[in-house]
């Protein structure tokens, strides 16, 4: 109990050393449903601000007849309704990657 209470005193204090700090470990699992790689800048783009929620399944299962104001209108949503950390200066390179390799402007 006096444990407890200084590791409330030494968080209190921001440090958590008074008792030992453990250093915990979380190994993931490989994503197994990656981005589809591409050359487009807005692939990088995606991998950093895209995948952190939910893998690419969700790019995936959208309809393939998708044009650019729906992944445009999709991105948007994203930051406005889930808070995704996207920046302005980064959506429309995103979008033209999505457009261009989930939806209705993917190569033949
Ligand atoms: C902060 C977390 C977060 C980030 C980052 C994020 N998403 Fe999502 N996304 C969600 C959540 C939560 C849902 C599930 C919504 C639902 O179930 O209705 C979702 C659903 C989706 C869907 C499925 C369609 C839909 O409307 O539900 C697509 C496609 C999608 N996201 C694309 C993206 C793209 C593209 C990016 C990067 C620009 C992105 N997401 C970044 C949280 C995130």
């Not at 800048?41 to 690419?56: D, E, I, M, R, T």
């Not at 790019?59 to 995704?84: C, E, G, I, L, N």
């Amino acid at each position: 109990m006096k444990c407890l209470r200084l590791a409330i005193v030494a968080a209190a204090l921001g440090s958590a050393s008074l008792c030992g700090a453990v250093t915990k470990t979380l190994d993931l699992p490989p994503d197994p449903f990656p981005l589809k790689a591409s050359p487009l800048p807005g692939y990088q783009k995606a991998l950093a601000s895209c995948v952190a929620c939910h893998s690419a399944e969700y790019m995936a299962y959208q309809p393939p007849s998708a044009a650019r104001p729906y992944w445009d209108a999709m991105v948007k949503r994203m930051k406005t309704v889930f808070k995704a950390p996207l920046d302005d200066a980064d959506m429309p390179a995103i979008v033209d990657y999505l457009a261009r390799t989930y939806g209705a402007e993917q190569a033949p």
